[in-house]
């Protein structure tokens, strides 16, 4: 059906440079016309009150039990919120993963947000798919004000947007709700077929790093909690043995390094030219790092997508990392595969500290791994890279579909908002159906934006 698909029959401008144009018989109407604000603190009421959080995946509910993520240390400053509200975040706009989600419960959320609620007179349903087609590609950005890219709300609200009429608005959002229902189910399937493939990969790497390959070699005990038993002839090696700190700081020369990260992919470049996320008025406290250098982050472990990378890169990262040198580069590779397999299921909870979830530097210096002899570690090394190879091709390109799917998504949506194409007689032929709940695993991809927004606001 979505090849069907075919543009309006007349055009005209709508003097929304993110927008061009829109169907002729459109309306154009400005937001306060639309929506109205509405800030109500909870005050000393709210314990009666639910938590919510603007995601990726819209706005839920957070189980405050957990203690996952931040919290405001007064929630008394929240504002309500009441199920058909929308909730905007305003400030850090290229920064925060989503700007606009409607809200189907009734709760609060803290009051860094800013909350519209509805006046009847068109579909939120239509009016967050069209924000957060906007918000995608971050298209509202002559909107902006001041160095943290903040949307004033009386400027959002003097803005127009596009208005079909109410039937038209219905038969989008009904068709949206179809067809990005069926994308999403097939990006959710490689995404757990990803997962599988992950832990299979994960499985393999760990047992490579504690016992090795051959089955019938006679084990010991380790001594360490986190590790289990090891190889008979395996020796256990401090960290400090073959790792020290590099305290190299890049000082003014920073304008000739390439700023890195730690990624889930490992240790990767920044556009420096094309920058997304923020970025400090200084590198000059930035650390140098080199190839086969190690780094660390030794603090909130549990929350970090990654807590170690082994650079095969020149460059600088900021000092919150740790960044260690192998002075027998041979095992830097060793070091690194065995913290990554100890990273899979965050196995160094032992040595943390503090609130924070902390393994300070001395303590991590003299933390022992597992050590084979130079031609075993070696022949390990190969082979986990043997049995992996074919896992990581399947992974790459699951993720490229994925990718794809993504943008086609993504463009869909916005073309349909938009008006640049006409889904009226198809969104009336499509079958009445129930879609199903997002499953648990998916919704723990959300990302939120409150986790940190404390150090925004």
């Known amino acids: 059906m979505i090849t069907d698909l075919k543009p309006y029959a007349e055009y005209k401008e709508s003097g929304l440079p993110w927008v061009g144009q829109v169907p002729k018989h459109w309306d154009l109407i400005p937001n306060r016309g639309l929506v109205r604000r509405r800030k109500l603190l909870v005050g000393k009421h709210h314990g009666d009150y639910r938590l919510l959080s603007l995601t990726k995946q819209g706005v839920i509910v957070r189980d405050i039990s957990t203690g996952k993520g931040k919290f405001s240390s007064d929630m008394g400053t929240s504002q309500e919120v009441r199920s058909g509200d929308l909730i905007f975040c305003l400030f850090d706009v290229p920064e925060t993963p989503r700007t606009v ?91 757990k077929v990803i997962a599988l493939l992950t832990e299979q990969k994960q499985a393999i790497i760990h047992r490579a790093v504690t016992r090795g390959f051959d089955i019938s070699v006679s084990l010991k005990p380790s001594g360490i909690p986190w590790l289990g038993d090891i190889p008979q002839h395996w020796a256990l090696v401090p960290n400090r043995s073959f790792l020290s700190l590099r305290r190299e700081v890049v000082g003014k020369k920073s304008k000739g390094y390439t700023l890195l990260s730690l990624s889930l992919r490992g240790v990767i470049s920044r556009d420096m030219e094309n920058p997304t996320g923020k970025w400090p008025s200084s590198f000059d406290s930035y650390q140098a790092v080199e190839p086969d250098d190690l780094i660390f982050c030794l603090f909130d472990i549990d929350e970090t997508p990654r807590f170690v990378g082994l650079s095969k890169l020149n460059g600088m990262v900021t000092g919150a990392y740790t960044v260690l040198r192998c002075r027998k580069p041979a095992m830097a590779k060793w070091a690194y595969t065995f913290y990554l397999a100890m990273d899979f299921d965050k196995r160094l909870r032992p040595a943390y500290t503090g609130l924070r979830k902390v393994i300070q530097k001395s303590t991590f210096l003299g933390l022992k791994l597992p050590m084979p002899t130079d031609d075993e570690r070696a022949v390990i090394l190969a082979e986990i890279a043997n049995q992996t190879e074919g896992i990581d091709t399947t992974i790459g390109r699951l993720e490229r579909e994925i990718e794809l799917l993504t943008e086609y998504r993504t463009r869909l949506i916005a073309d349909v908002v938009t008006g640049k194409l006409d889904v009226r007689k198809v969104a009336a032929q499509l079958p009445e159906e129930v879609m199903p709940e997002l499953a648990e695993d998916d919704a723990e991809l959300s990302i939120d934006t409150e986790a940190d927004e404390e150090a925004r606001a």
Not at 108 to 115: D, L, N, P
Request: overall charge positive.
């Open 101 to 191: 989600g409607l809200s189907r419960y009734d709760g609060m959320i803290t009051g860094a947000y800013t909350v519209f609620e509805s006046l009847g007179k068109c579909s939120s349903e239509y009016f967050e798919l069209f924000y957060k087609a906007m918000d995608d590609r971050k298209l509202l950005s002559p909107l902006y004000s001041g160095l943290r890219h903040t949307i004033p709300a009386e400027r959002l609200l003097g803005t127009k947007t596009p208005q079909p009429t109410l039937r038209e608005q219905a038969a989008i959002v009904r068709f949206l709700d179809w067809a990005t229902g069926r994308l999403e189910r097939a990006i959710s399937a490689k995404r």
